[in-house]
């Protein structure tokens, strides 16, 4: 396919998840990346510091500044961090919502040089009705059938490897992050493949080349 919007910066990329879904990402530039997470910062703020003070020992000028420098400290105590760790996943969802939402399409069919065929939301619910009624039976999911189905069934893959150490499999990557990398250019391009526009990935199986 042919590089889109003529700037030689590649306008599409082609990701197939291990579900069998083939996912069309648009590039999402810094500033809109940049924006997203001031969004999630406005909307899940950390937990004020004066909620979690710290004891500290010795002299102080005055009970006042002790008392700030107390609750400046709350960064060390760790209900405090526990706290912020919550909001940091909260705010991780937010993301991963947003750029699902703006940079990545489900791909129902698409031939080469006819326009694309998305999934609806619906569609895509139906796809994977079988397996959202069983994973229902078992699993807590989230109610909205439709993200489920995204979450749970297309984005399915965990890339797993060998702990250096204990040799167990360890499970180091989920195929929406390898999304989110692609969506973000974490992933260097040759300059065959920015100069093509196009780029075509797949679910990452051991000892298999894509």
């Given at each position: 396919?042919?590089?889109?919007?003529?700037?030689?910066?590649?306008?599409?990329?082609?990701?197939?998840?291990?579900?069998?879904i083939?996912?069309?990402?648009e590039?999402?530039?810094i500033?809109?990346?940049?924006?997203?997470?001031n969004?999630?910062?406005?909307?899940?703020?950390?937990?004020?510091?004066?909620?979690?003070?710290?004891?500290?020992?010795?002299?102080?000028?005055?009970?006042?500044?002790?008392?700030?420098a107390?609750?400046?400290?709350?960064?060390?105590?760790?209900?405090?961090?526990?706290?912020?760790?919550?909001?940091?996943?909260?705010?991780?969802?937010?993301?991963?919502?947003?750029?699902?939402?703006?940079?990545?399409?489900?791909?129902?069919q698409?031939?080469?040089g006819?326009?694309?065929?998305?999934y609806?939301?619906?569609?895509?619910?139906?796809?994977?009705a079988?397996?959202?009624?069983?994973?229902?039976?078992?699993?807590?999911?989230?109610?909205?059938?439709?993200?489920?189905?995204?979450?749970?069934?297309?984005?399915n893959?965990?890339?797993?490897?060998?702990?250096?150490?204990?040799g167990?499999?360890?499970?180091t990557?989920?195929?929406?992050?390898?999304?989110?990398?692609?969506?973000?250019?974490?992933i260097?391009l040759?300059?065959?493949?920015?100069?093509?526009?196009i780029?075509?990935f797949?679910?990452?199986?051991?000892?298999?080349?894509?």
């Amino acid at each position: 396919m042919s590089n889109e919007n003529g700037t030689g910066n590649p306008s599409l990329i082609v990701y197939e998840t291990k579900s069998g879904i083939v996912c069309h990402i648009e590039v999402i530039n810094i500033a809109t990346l940049r924006a997203i997470k001031n969004r999630a910062q406005e909307v899940y703020p950390y937990p004020d510091k004066a909620d979690y003070p710290v004891t500290l020992q010795g002299s102080f000028i005055s009970e006042e500044l002790k008392k700030a420098a107390e609750i400046e400290a709350a960064d060390s105590n760790p209900e405090y961090q526990k706290a912020c760790r919550a909001v940091d996943l909260e705010r991780d969802t937010f993301e991963n919502g947003a750029i699902l939402e703006i940079a990545v399409r489900f791909v129902r069919q698409h031939n080469p040089g006819e326009t694309a065929l998305y999934y609806t939301a619906d569609e895509l619910v139906n796809h994977f009705a079988g397996k959202l009624l069983k994973l229902r039976k078992f699993a807590d999911l989230p109610e909205d059938d439709y993200e489920a189905v995204v979450w749970h069934c297309v984005f399915n893959g965990n890339r797993l490897i060998p702990h250096r150490e204990s040799g167990a499999l360890t499970s180091t990557d989920w195929d929406f992050a390898y999304v989110k990398q692609l969506a973000i250019q974490q992933i260097p391009l040759s300059h065959s493949e920015v100069m093509a526009g196009i780029r075509y990935f797949q679910y990452p199986v051991p000892g298999k080349s894509t």
